[in-house]
């Protein structure tokens, strides 16, 4: 049965071994995100919310919990049904863009695509009407050394939406963008996830972007506590 929500996470626990002690760093963590949602985590460092965000997008196993992708308890899927998962489920976008060096813009995104088996004239002409949502059609032949920051990374969020995943996650996606691009690029992505009534969620430091997000949470102790608006 298809889950109301795309993105589930059930009394989530994660530990370390710290020397002869244990370091809980997520405790009894629950969660859930909407289609057409964008939430944002904050938090101090170390706080665990680069832990969540790998544990959300089947990186990171928890040690207790369910994590729940579209109705499928992914933790309990083998290594080869979680790239699976992570492959044409869910759209990631770095701190860096991480874009392959040796391909130009629109390589990038074809490689996704090749990758999940969706190649196809429909799917190519999808990469294309990407690139000229993040304002880099006249750039797809461009190798990403010829890219500024700020291109770079509306590159790696065009290829984050290209297989059609459900749900996107960013792990500080303005961290390496001065303030005008940073709204710039969270802007495209707050657009996007309405137009394509994706589930998001954004791991930040970057208070300015915060107005965009339809939630913001903050990590605290193990946990997600939610914020009132009034206060943003």
């Known amino acids: ?68 992708v579209n109705g499928v308890t992914i933790n309990n899927c083998n290594e080869s049904d979680k790239a699976n998962v992570r492959l044409n489920q869910i759209g990631y976008i770095f701190q860096t863009s991480n874009l392959v060096p040796y391909l130009n813009v629109e390589e990038n995104l074809f490689f996704v695509l090749k990758m999940a088996k969706q190649w196809s004239v429909a799917s190519k002409e ?3 009407l990407l ?55 969270m802007e495209l992505i707050s657009n996007m996830v309405k137009q394509y009534n994706k589930a998001a969620i954004i791991v930040t430091h970057d208070e300015q972007i915060l107005p965009l997000c339809d939630r913001i949470f903050t990590m605290k102790d193990g946990n997600l506590v939610e914020k009132e608006r009034e206060f943003i």
């Not at 993105?7 to 009894?28: C, F, N, P, Q, R």
């Not at 938090?43 to 040690?63: E, H, M, R, V």
């Open 1 to 68: 049965m298809q889950s109301q929500y795309p993105l589930s996470l059930k009394s989530v626990t994660k530990m370390y071994e710290d020397g002869d002690k244990t370091a809980i760093i997520l405790k009894d963590l629950s969660f859930n995100i909407k289609n057409g949602e964008m939430i944002a985590i904050i938090g101090p460092s170390g706080s665990g919310k680069s832990t969540f965000l790998s544990i959300a997008g089947a990186l990171l196993t928890p040690d207790d919990g369910e994590v729940i």
């Open 126 to 128: 999808f990469c294309h």
């Open 131 to 185: 690139l000229e949502k993040v304002g880099l059609l006249n750039r797809a032949k461009h190798y990403p050394y010829q890219l500024s920051g700020g291109e770079k990374q509306r590159a790696a969020i065009a290829r984050a939406f290209v297989n059609h995943p459900e749900i996107i996650l960013a792990d500080e996606p303005t961290a390496s963008l001065d303030s005008s691009r940073s709204l710039a690029v």
